[in-house]
């Protein structure tokens, strides 16, 4: 019995501590290609990281980021919860007809630092003086309301859309929920592994936005593979993939992205895991598109990635189209606007992100 018992605890200690060794033996991955985002790294150690506690926070998620087959214990993981009934596996829905819902609840939606955007959106508007417009865009799970859970819980767009709105009244609020509820009927709107709008969905956000406009192109498809950042938090081999459509453009586009000339569509992302990233390559601090038409007309986009699939769209009404990701750009957006002779200003983003975002404060440089 104690052999056993000895057994039993070098056993224990092997699974806690080969893993481990591992860890810090082999060479660190630093990019995630099915999460879609930067690993943690081996944190240097500091005596004021170790006083702060941020030695200790950024060790863990080197630990879990680094682990050896990270991929495939998420994929059993996910597999063992699924036969188990969960219906919610690493902030994802597994919502009917294949789709894969980020899950916002309400509680992750932060009032106040929504009521500071709004000011600061509004200090903004003042401040430049020309005509602006506001899409926030529905989380896939308000819209496909009807593919979630029984139970699930998702933040109140409709609440959300009217309390940004009605504190705005000089900004014009096209209302999304609306327009993609209606449209989901006719075609899929968003993507069901993906957090972002379909081509369609896009489509008809352009529409509610300028019902007279003038891109009129049909769509062409780019990859019929794609596997997106909602199914990249379950890894569930049971996930279709999803078909990516691109908008044709004018030849005469010129784009460049932080100073460096970049393609409208990043073809070579039909190799890569993150197929989305065919619209712009990603996304950038101040990104520039010219030459879509002839009219003379500037438009200033503060955005995050989900307009990177409405632009292409926009590019035939507006001959200057300038695109800030407050992420990235350290600017003055306000003296950008003025710089560039600003005719119209856009803002695009998601509506919990919207709420949450942390660098709205920018807007005030």
Not at 33 to 40: I, K, V
Not at 110 to 136: H, P, Y
């Amino acid at each position: 019995m104690k052999k056993f018992h000895i057994a039993l605890i070098a056993l224990f200690l092997a699974v806690i501590i080969l893993p481990a060794a591992f860890v810090f033996a082999g060479e660190d991955r630093t990019f995630s290609d099915n999460e879609n985002r930067m690993l943690q790294t081996a944190p240097k150690l500091t005596f004021d990281s170790i006083l702060d506690g941020s030695f200790q926070n950024k060790i863990t998620d080197y630990i879990s980021d680094q682990f050896p087959a990270r991929d495939t214990w998420t994929q059993l993981g996910s597999q063992v919860k699924k036969l188990a009934g969960f219906k919610d596996i690493g902030g994802a829905y597994l919502g009917s007809d294949g789709y894969y819902m980020e899950k916002i609840t309400p509680d992750k939606v932060d009032e106040t630092n929504l009521n500071r955007n709004i000011g600061l959106v509004s200090d903004f508007v003042q401040a430049c003086g020309v005509k602006t417009t506001m899409l926030l865009v529905p989380a896939t799970g308000t819209v496909m309301s009807d593919k979630l859970p029984a139970h699930a819980q998702m933040y109140d767009a409709e609440k959300l859309y009217n309390t940004v709105k009605s504190a705005m009244p000089d900004v014009s609020f096209p209302d999304l929920y609306t327009a993609l509820s209606e449209a989901k009927t006719q075609q899929q709107v968003y993507y069901r592994t993906d957090h972002h709008w379909t081509w369609y969905g896009a489509h008809t956000a352009y529409k509610a936005l300028l019902p007279d406009g003038k891109y009129e192109a049909s769509p062409e498809l780019f990859s019929d593979s794609f596997l997106g950042t909602t199914y990249s938090k379950t890894l569930d081999p049971a996930a279709k993939c999803d078909d990516v459509y691109i908008s044709p453009v004018s030849d005469n586009l010129r784009v460049t992205a932080d100073g460096k000339e970049i393609p409208l569509y990043d073809m070579s992302a039909a190799g890569e895991k993150d197929k989305y990233k065919v619209f712009l390559g990603g996304n950038y601090g101040e990104t520039t598109i010219t030459g879509g038409c002839n009219n003379g007309k500037t438009l200033l986009v503060i955005k995050d990635s989900f307009a990177n699939s409405l632009v292409p769209f926009l590019t035939a009404d507006y001959e200057n189209i300038i695109m800030l990701d407050l992420r990235y750009y350290m600017g003055s957006a306000k003296q950008l606007a003025a710089d560039k002779g600003a005719d119209e200003i856009l803002f695009v983003c998601e509506m919990s992100s919207f709420a949450n975002d942390k660098n709205m404060v920018k807007l005030g440089f």
